[in-house]
C-alpha cells in the first residue's frame, strides 16, 4: 500500500487533503482514484489508513478510516552525529540506511579531518538534498515520522549530551569496551552516537567528547568505513535497545 506525508495541518478531523508533487504521483504515475486506500503519516508519529474520495489535477481528498498504531516508530531516540564524508553520495547512504533504520535525527559535522570545504550556501544545499533523501526514505519504510537532517555543525557546536542519553563516541583506538555491554545498559530511550568521517577523530577530539559525556566504544577489530560505522552502530542501538528484530507489528501494511 503506498504511503505518503502531509502536514498535522493538511488533516482536519478525519479528512486529509494531500497537495504538491504528490498529487501527479498519486493521480498520474499510480493511477488511484476514489476508492483506493493509501496509508498517510503527518511526520509527527500518527499514522492512518485513508480511502481516496477525490481527486483533481491539483489536490486529492481522502478519508480517514482508522489511525494505525504508532508501532512502526522505534521506542528507542536515535541521533546520529556524522562526521561528513568527502563525497556526498556516502552521506545520502548514510541519511536513507538510518532513515529505514528508525534513527530520528542526524548531525553532519566538520571535523579536524573533514575534507570537505563547504561554503554556507552550499551547506545549505547539502542539508536540503539529505532531507529530500529523508523523506523518501520515510515513505518507502513507511514510517510516521521523517528524521530531521540538522544544519551542518561544527565539533565544537555539537549538543551537549543529557544525563538520561546513552552518548557513545565509536572509536577504532578503543580495546577495553565493547559496545554490546555498553549497549546493554537498562532503561535507555535516548541514544547518541557519534561517527568520525574517512579520517577518524583526532586525541584531542576524542577526550574532548569523553568530557562532555560520550563513551569510546569499539565496533570490533576490523576498522569499518565511515559509512558503514554509522549505519552498524544505530542498527546495533536498535538491536539491543529498540525495536530492529522485535516481533513484526501487524499495522495494515
Ligand atoms: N582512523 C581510522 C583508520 O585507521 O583508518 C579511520 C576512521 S574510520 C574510517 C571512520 C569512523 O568510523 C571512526 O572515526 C569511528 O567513529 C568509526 N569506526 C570505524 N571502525 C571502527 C571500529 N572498529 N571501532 C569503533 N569505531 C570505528
Redesign the pocket.
Known amino acids: 500500500m503506498n504511503h505518503f506525508f502531509v502536514t498535522p495541518k493538511d488533516i482536519r478531523e478525519d479528512q486529509v487533503l494531500i497537495t504538491g508533487s504528490d498529487v501527479g504521483h498519486i493521480t498520474r504515475s499510480l493511477r488511484l482514484s476514489a476508492k483506493d486506500k493509501i496509508t498517510v503519516a503527518d511526520g509527527e508519529g500518527n499514522k492512518y489508513l485513508v480511502e481516496l474520495i477525490r481527486t483533481t489535477n491539483e489536490v486529492v481528498e481522502g478519508q480517514i478510516i482508522e489511525e494505525i498504531e504508532r508501532k512502526v516508530e522505534s521506542t528507542v531516540e536515535i541521533t546520529l552525529i556524522q ?1 561528513v564524508p568527502k563525497r556526498k553520495k556516502k552521506m545520502d547512504l548514510i541519511v536513507q540506511k538510518c532513515t529505514e533504520l528508525g534513527i530520528d535525527k542526524i548531525i553532519p559535522i566538520i571535523t579536524e579531518r573533514t575534507v570537505v570545504k563547504l561554503t554556507d550556501k552550499k551547506a545549505n544545499k547539502r542539508q536540503d538534498r539529505w532531507q529530500k533523501i529523508a523523506l523518501e526514505a520515510a515513505k518507502q519504510s513507511r514510517r510516521a515520522k521523517v528524521p530531521t537532517i540538522a544544519k551542518i555543525k561544527d565539533f565544537a557546536q555539537m549538543p551537549a549530551v543529557a544525563s538520561d542519553d546513552l552518548a557513545l ?4 583506538d ?1 580495546d577495553t569496551t565493547g559496545i554490546k555491554e555498553v549497549m546493554q545498559e537498562q532503561n535507555v530511550s535516548k541514544v547518541v552516537i ?8 583526532s586525541q584531542s577530539e576524542v577526550n574532548q567528547a569523553k568530557k562532555i559525556g560520550f563513551k569510546p ?10 559509512e ?2 554509522g549505519i552498524t552502530a544505530v542498527a546495533l542501538a536498535q538491536y539491543e535497545l529498540g525495536d530492529l528484530g522485535a516481533m513484526k507489528q501487524l499495522i495494515n501494511s
Not at 563516541?169 to 577504532?172: A, D, G, K, V
Not at 566504544?217 to 576498522?223: P, Y
Open positions: 562526521g563516541i565509536p572509536w577504532e578503543e557519534l561517527i568520525g568521517p574517512e579520517g577518524g577523530f566504544v569499539s565496533l570490533g577489530a576490523r576498522i569499518l568505513r565511515t558503514t560505522a
